[in-house]
């Protein structure tokens, strides 16, 4: 006699359209990006992204749903690829590998990188060049900085030139992304913007995101 038991099954229900975008906000919120690539989303995103596509009939339909840009881009600037780039450099405190690209927080894959500059090296030799070249542009004048000639924020040369110089470390407690994977960089002035410091190499610094937290502390 066969066995006619019942058996309990569990039966998810289907995923709502309001799930999956506020997933891949979260998504885009946690790689600091908010243009989520497919392969992103494939990676931290808590649903499948083919779902995603056919419920909205397109991945990039999907994102615009969202309110997030176009995952695959095209055209893509070297300013991008190059702010990509740093963003790994200071992530894991020292030169990117290729692979790297694959994995957050690079918000643009291999691919570009490879057919901009037809290879992973040259790629970075061309970063590097960037990054090191002079800005031969006078200094743009800043609205309410007074007779001040730089602006807050320090550009992606000036970001790479301070930290290249204190080897991806924190010139407070030494700590470096390359040894403690997950810390945060900042790049600090050391005599405050807000009374009257410059946006130069000579009065910036590279701190980690706890020390410069407890420098502003005793401010």
């Known amino acids: 006699m066969s066995d006619q038991r019942f058996l309990l099954e569990r039966v998810r229900a289907p995923v709502s359209d309001g799930e999956l975008v506020a997933d ?22 808590n649903y499948s992204p083919q779902t995603a596509s056919l419920r909205f009939g397109t991945w990039n339909k999907f994102l615009a749903a969202a309110q997030l840009e176009a995952g695959s881009e095209r055209n893509i600037t070297d300013q991008r690829l190059f702010e990509n780039l740093m963003r790994l450099w200071e992530h894991y405190g020292r030169q990117p590998r290729f692979r790297d690209l694959s994995l957050a927080p690079s918000v643009i894959s291999g691919g570009p990188d490879q057919r901009r500059f037809h290879s992973w090296m040259r790629a970075l030799e061309s970063f590097v060049e960037f990054a090191n070249a002079q800005d031969a542009r006078p200094p743009i004048p800043v609205e309410g900085a007074g007779s001040r000639k730089t602006g807050r924020s320090p550009n992606l040369r000036l970001r790479f030139s301070v930290m290249k110089r204190d080897h991806f470390s924190c010139r407070a407690c030494g700590a470096s992304p ?26 910036l610094q590279t701190l980690c995101a706890a020390c410069n937290q407890g420098k502003s502390n005793v401010l």
């Open 178 to 203: 390359a040894l403690e994977p997950g810390l945060e960089l900042h790049v600090d002035h050391i005599d405050a913007w807000a009374t009257g410091g410059e946006t130069i190499e000579g009065n």
């Open 24 to 45: 891949v906000r979260r998504v885009s919120q946690i790689a600091g990006t908010t243009a989520v690539s497919f392969r992103l989303y494939s990676k931290l995103g």
